[in-house]
């Protein structure tokens, strides 16, 4: 612990260290009131600084403070590294994007939307700047993106991001994740913030998938499909309030973003998984999600009538074990060549993907508005099932005005040029045995899950379509139903 003993009716600052760690801790310095400096043995030379530095308008601020900082910076510049986080009353706002805003680290989100920063904002980017040091908060680095949120409140309301996390550069990568933590269960006006760091040893895994690129364009080669499936968050698990008062403080910059459509599209995403993940309440828990996973598992195993399946399922506590798959079914293999085949026909082939039209019809070629946006929000159902982004379509519809704004701006660059992001056609395909023999992959139906933006683009279309076209106009239209318009729209996307 360490506090001003000058005023130490004002508090102090303190670090709590797990029992499995506390052997670990070294070299630790709590000299400079309000800062405790110290090492872990299991990360050699990176220093963390645990701060805590009042508003510059408090009788108890003094530059000292920055100026211990910058001195401990500079005894350790050519032997460690550094990471400080606290409360250092520092509200950068977008001017968090002058300490750096280029391709390889940037800030295209700010949680706090104010475009001054304050006093010590100024101070701490100054010494950013000198000491190769980076904000965690909203940084977007590498394949990261650790999105932020506004961390102080008045009341109930959460008004400014004013705890902060820096890094030296070259710990970047080391980071896994950053996180903000608004909860109501504390007593204090701030929410806690955490990174989660990994030990700074050789990942062979990656190594050797970049060792497999050698030779040849990493767009021809493989790689793997699980690290582009998000952990799904549903719906239910998500506080609606937290959530719209986390969505509100982001602010995307667009207008560094409209010639990179696929950069904007994966920094929306991002945003949206992330605050699902930081609003989760309690009221989904795991012992919730396990009676309902069991419930559903029940459902999908008695419409069988099997019942020697059933008995051999049901284990003496009245719960059951089903294989999710028998030595009848077919493989992940022949899966794949199936649905391969049937989705790659010759018909298919023969299609000409570059007709070019120069006929405007406003009903159809009209830039998406925002109505257009927020009336297909309405018709979504908050239950459906989280495409590969990990994202429920219900979020959506907790989106404020100026979000939706956003998400109209995203669609236009892609409806304008008539161009679809790649990664929005892939999806999650389940199989459902319809009947016949279980082992032909032709008796199982695939149903497929797709990213949630993705699902509302092809929904703004869609509705364009049923506008345009009404079935049963003219002979060649009778009988037709407004379901193969989207059935159209999905072959056409995917």
């Known amino acids: 612990m360490s506090y001003d003993r000058d005023y130490s009716h004002s508090g102090g600052t303190a670090v709590l260290v797990r029992n499995v760690l506390s052997q670990e801790a070294l070299s630790v310095d709590t000299s400079i009131p309000d800062q405790i400096w110290f090492q872990l043995q299991v990360i050699p030379k990176v220093v963390f600084g645990a701060c805590y530095i009042p508003p510059n308008d408090s009788p108890y601020f003094s530059q000292k403070e920055f100026e211990s900082i910058q001195e401990k910076l500079i005894e350790g510049q050519y032997d460690n590294k550094f990471i400080i986080i606290g409360d250092l009353n520092t509200r950068f706002g977008k001017g968090v994007r002058k300490i750096s805003n280029t391709e390889e680290f940037s800030y295209p989100v700010v949680a706090d939307d104010v475009n001054v920063p304050n006093d010590n904002a100024y101070v701490l980017t100054t010494i950013c700047k000198d000491h190769n040091l980076l904000v965690v908060n909203n940084l977007k680095a590498y394949d990261k993106h650790f999105v932020s949120n506004k961390t102080y409140k008045q009341g109930t309301r959460w008004v400014s991001e004013l705890d902060v996390c820096v890094g030296s550069i070259q710990l970047i990568n080391s980071i896994e994740s950053f996180r903000v933590h608004p909860t109501e269960n504390l007593p204090s006006d701030h929410a806690p913030i955490s990174i989660k760091m990994s030990k700074g040893r050789i990942d062979l895994d990656f190594v050797l998938r970049r060792a497999s690129f050698l030779g040849g364009h990493a767009s021809l080669m493989g790689y793997k499909c699980s690290s582009l499936v998000k952990t799904p968050i549903k719906y239910k698990r998500i506080d609606p309030k937290m959530f719209n008062a986390s969505i509100s403080g982001m602010n995307i910059d667009t207008d560094n973003f409209i010639n990179n459509v696929n950069d904007f599209a994966s920094i929306v995403s991002n945003v949206l998984y992330q605050c699902?993940?930081?609003?989760?309440?309690?009221?989904?828990?795991?012992?919730?999600?396990?009676?309902?996973?069991?419930?559903?598992?029940?459902?999908?195993?008695?419409?069988?009538?099997?019942y020697l399946k059933v008995w051999q399922a049901v284990d003496w506590k009245g719960k059951f074990q089903v294989e999710n798959k028998t030595d009848g079914d077919p493989t992940d293999e022949e899966f794949k060549e199936y649905f391969k085949n049937v989705l790659n026909t010759e018909e298919n082939s023969l299609l000409d993907e570059n007709i070019q039209s120069f006929v405007n019809v406003p009903i159809l070629d009209d830039h998406i508005t925002l109505g257009k946006v927020q009336s297909q929000i309405n018709r979504i159902r908050p239950d459906k099932a989280c495409g590969p982004d990990g994202v429920s379509l219900g979020v959506l519809k907790l989106h404020p005005m100026e979000w939706l704004l956003t998400l109209a701006t995203l669609f236009n660059p892609l409806f304008l040029p008539e161009s679809y992001?790649?990664?929005?056609?892939?999806?999650?395909?389940?199989?459902?045995?319809?009947?016949?023999?279980?082992?032909?992959?032709?008796?199982?139906?695939?149903?497929?899950?797709?990213?949630?933006?993705?699902?509302?683009?092809?929904?703004?279309?869609?509705?364009?379509?049923?506008?345009?076209?009404?079935p049963g106009w003219g002979t060649e239209g009778k009988?037709?139903?407004?379901?193969?318009?989207?059935?159209?729209?999905a072959d056409g996307h995917g």
Not at 278 to 300: I, K, N, P, V
Not at 479 to 489: D, M, N, P, V
Request: aromatic share 10%; proline share 2%.
């Open 276 to 306: 699902s993940e930081m609003c989760q309440s309690r009221a989904g828990t795991s012992r919730e999600d396990s009676g309902e996973a069991q419930t559903d598992r029940w459902d999908c195993l008695l419409p069988d009538r099997d």
């Open 421 to 470: 992001r790649s990664l929005w056609s892939l999806a999650k395909l389940f199989t459902i045995f319809k009947k016949g023999n279980r082992q032909e992959p032709k008796n199982y139906r695939g149903i497929t899950v797709i990213n949630g933006l993705a699902k509302l683009y092809d929904m703004i279309l869609c509705s364009r379509l049923k506008t345009w076209f009404k």
């Open 479 to 489: 009988g037709l139903h407004g379901a193969y318009c989207s059935f159209a729209i």
